[in-house]
């Protein structure tokens, strides 16, 4: 049979394995399969450690049965069999109901696959599957390592790792796999070839094996999206922009002039990076990297102003209405008159603010949409509700986005798509993004750094608050709480949950505990997070009795949002229990505590961005991390480890190590899978920017990319699974 990556699997596996595959792994193709690489491998002998496996987990084990009882069941008819299985460094239960598992001998190995769970005190697998390996089993199973691949219900690490051996009988070998990779960058960095590493990665001999294999597979994953992004830069740098100089006497100047503070060292260097770069007919494409409360928005307003007194109109993007709302505000006021041109007490050499969300009742929408196509509208405010179609600039010349980490690249590229011309992006992002996630995440932008907080800024110190540990803490934090308000400040109270009838944590994405745990269960048998309705009902009937409580959360009707939001911000509301709605962008100064519910259940970026609220003010802020997690769990240490620093850079280090790489990296990911499977952008930081360099030169040189089909091909490949990525999210 020929055989290419092409090939449909159920032509080598058959119809019904190939359609488990798909459901389950979709796996379809002959090159999925090849790129599915175990997880690990289990060797007999070195133990897999299943004491540390944690309820709930989906995993596959390979150990030797050491005891088979059956008895009859008291409560119901049948048998029940418990077998003991070990592998010298612990032990656990198998329990079948009624089924046949005769060939479970004392002695036998064999790869059991199950969902842990917890009986009494042991944990046991309730009627796992299972495949022994029998001596005259072929010769899969005498090999020293047993491929472990990420598996499904359905599909078995056993009956893939089957499913390679019938691809390698079928094509005598993975000789027709043709290598992308250019012979003389392989030899310039000594990898294997393609054919060999996939020989290797999946029926390796030693540990070595997999590692020089793992190596060469890591530089496809990384010259890969290194080429996708690299083109996508040249694309951008060869799109005909439109200057947008600065002028005199214009908007700018008014801001400038209204300013109530001076501009930090760092805002003026990135503000004049941004005025040179909008005064050129390239796009600018950068990204504005700035710790939360570093004044990135006063330097976005500058870049706009600039761009609307060079006849454009600028679009300011967020992600929440609240959010979009306060910065329509807060720039209405800083512009004043100038922000109301057309009005009776407007400047005329002003322009206008819109605020576009989607929550405008049908007619002030049409007013907005109205002022944006005709170009009265010099700066637009607004949330996904921009994006839509129906949303036409008369002459798009800047699009600002606010903390990207919510939005995606073609978000971005939808709202650029709206300009006549490719307009001039700004991104900004209080996220601080480790070096190697700048490099593939963000690839295709330019990057500044704020690094300063304004000064008079009291900062923010943070706790933990562990009650399981230590139950009396807890009292002492709403003392805290009832001290500030007392001093005349206000407080924050954060839950995970808004209450009543959600029953998941809609309003986190709290990582799940990526501790190296294989095959994550759904199941979660921890209690509901806290919520925000229960909460507050708790303070005002309890500890912070007296006090003028309120709530907010993403389920109250945007007018309704933004009033309460407004009672925070002018000190009538004194302590404000809310949803993450209050994690990105909101400035209320006089709030100096705030109390994370459930800290547990938040990820540590968004803990770093949470206590940003507390630290806008001349006040220290404080932040208790409120958790029910033991000091000593790896979740208290993350937590501790967020109350010891305030070093941003720091903490997005420790949140790619805790965060599944599929969820940093979003955009990338094609469908369900994540394009990267091998490549760590916490360890590969050499390899990332090395390919990064390659990428950019094979790019520049002969016919670019024209002379390496096979190269052009995968990034074809990769580029297509963007763009169906976001036309399912759409
Ligand atoms: P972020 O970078 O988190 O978006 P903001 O732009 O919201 O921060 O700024 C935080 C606060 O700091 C705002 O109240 C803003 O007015 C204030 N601010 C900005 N720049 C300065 C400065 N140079 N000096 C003093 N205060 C400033
Ligand atoms: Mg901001």
């Not at 309820?55 to 409560?75: E, H, P, Y």
């Not at 690299?230 to 300013?259: I, N, S």
């Not at 945007?558 to 939001?565: F, H, I, L, N």
Request: hydrophobic share 40%; net charge negative; aromatic share 4%.
């Amino acid at each position: 049979m020929t055989v290419t990556l092409d090939t449909d699997l159920a032509r080598v596996l058959g119809a019904k394995t190939a359609k488990a595959m798909a459901e389950s792994l979709e796996l379809r193709t002959v090159r999925d399969l090849l790129r599915h690489y175990p997880r690990r491998y289990a060797t007999r002998g070195e133990m897999t450690r299943l004491d540390d496996l944690q309820v709930g987990d989906r995993v596959t084990v390979l150990a030797q049965v050491r005891r088979v009882v059956s008895r009859k069941m008291r409560s119901r008819p049948g048998t029940l069999t418990e077998v003991t299985v070990g592998d010298g460094a612990g032990e656990m239960q198998l329990v079948f109901f009624n089924r046949r598992h005769g060939q479970l001998q004392q002695g036998a190995w064999g790869l059991f696959a199950g969902t842990v769970g917890q009986y009494r005190n042991s944990k046991q697998f309730a009627h796992p599957d299972f495949h022994l390996i029998t001596g005259d089993d072929d010769e899969d199973w005498a090999r020293a390592l047993i491929p472990i691949y990420p598996a499904s219900k359905d599909v078995s690490s056993w009956v893939i790792q089957k499913s390679i051996r019938l691809l390698l009988d079928a094509s005598g070998g993975f000789g027709f796999v043709e290598d992308p990779l250019p012979p003389r960058l392989r030899s310039r960095h000594g990898l294997l070839s393609l054919p060999a590493a996939l020989l290797d990665i999946h029926r390796p001999t030693t540990a070595d094996d997999v590692e020089r294999a793992g190596e060469r597979l890591k530089w496809d994953e990384a010259l890969i999206l290194q080429l996708v992004l690299a083109a996508r830069r040249r694309a951008a740098a060869l799109e005909p922009g439109t200057a947008r100089p600065r002028g005199r006497g214009g908007l700018l100047d008014a801001v400038d002039a209204a300013l109530p503070f001076a501009l930090t060292e760092g805002q003026r260097a990135v503000g004049e990076e941004l005025a040179a770069e909008l005064s050129r007919d390239t796009p600018m494409h950068r990204l504005l990297q700035g710790e939360v409360g570093s004044g990135k928005t006063v330097v976005a307003l500058r870049a706009m102003a600039q761009v609307v007194d060079a006849g454009g109109q600028a679009a300011l993007l967020a992600p929440t209405e609240v959010l979009a709302a306060q910065h329509a505000r807060s720039i209405a006021g800083m512009l004043g008159p100038l922000a109301r041109a057309g009005e009776l007490d407007g400047d005329p050499a002003g322009t206008k603010v819109v605020l576009l969300t989607g929550s405008l009742k049908a007619v002030a929408r049409r007013a907005a949409r109205a002022a944006v196509a005709d170009g009265s509208a010099g700066i637009v405010v607004g949330t996904h509700a921009l994006l839509q179609e129906g949303v036409d600039f008369a002459d798009l010349g800047l699009v600002v986005v606010d903390e990207q980490h919510r939005f995606g690249v073609e978000q971005r590229d939808a709202l650029r798509a709206k300009g006549n011309r490719p307009p001039h992006v700004l991104v900004m992002t209080a996220t601080p993004i480790p070096r190697t996630v700048a490099m593939t995440v963000y690839g295709d932008l330019e990057t500044s750094v704020l690094r300063q907080l304004p000064s008079g800024r009291g900062g923010v110190a943070s706790s933990v608050v562990p009650v399981s540990d230590k139950p009396a803490w807890l009292g002492r934090a709403w003392e805290r709480v009832r001290e500030e308000v007392a001093a005349g400040r206000q407080a924050y109270v954060v839950c995970p949950r808004i209450g009543d009838d959600d029953t998941g944590s809609a309003e986190t994405d709290a990582p799940e505990d990526a501790d190296g745990a294989p095959e994550k269960g759904g199941e979660d048998d921890r209690r509901p997070p806290l919520a925000v309705l229960d909460v507050a009902e708790g303070l005002r009937e309890g500890p912070l009795a007296g006090l003028r409580i309120d709530v907010l959360h993403g389920r109250l009707a945007p007018e309704d949002k933004e009033a309460r939001m407004r009672a925070f911000a002018s000190g009538e509301t004194q302590v404000l229990v809310a949803t993450t709605v209050v994690e990105v962008g909101v400035d209320v100064p006089n709030a100096t505590v705030m109390v994370v519910m459930d800290a547990d259940r938040f990820g540590v970026s968004q803990l770093h961005q949470l206590r940003g609220r507390v630290a806008r003010g001349k006040h220290r802020g404080l932040c208790l991390l409120v958790t029910e997690a033991r000091e000593t769990t790896a979740t208290g240490q993350r937590l501790a480890a967020v109350a010891a620093t305030s070093d941003g850079f720091e903490l997005a280090r420790l949140d790619l190590e805790t965060r599944r790489e599929g969820d940093v990296l979003g955009a990338v990911q094609s469908g369900k899978r994540s394009t990267l499977r091998l490549l760590s952008l916490l360890e590969d930081e050499e390899l990332i920017a090395t390919a990064r360099a390659e990428a950019t030169e094979l790019l520049a040189t002969g016919g670019g990319l024209a002379d390496h089909p096979g190269l052009a091909a995968e990034v074809a490949a990769l580029a297509t699974d963007e763009r169906a990525t976001y036309l399912e999210k759409a």
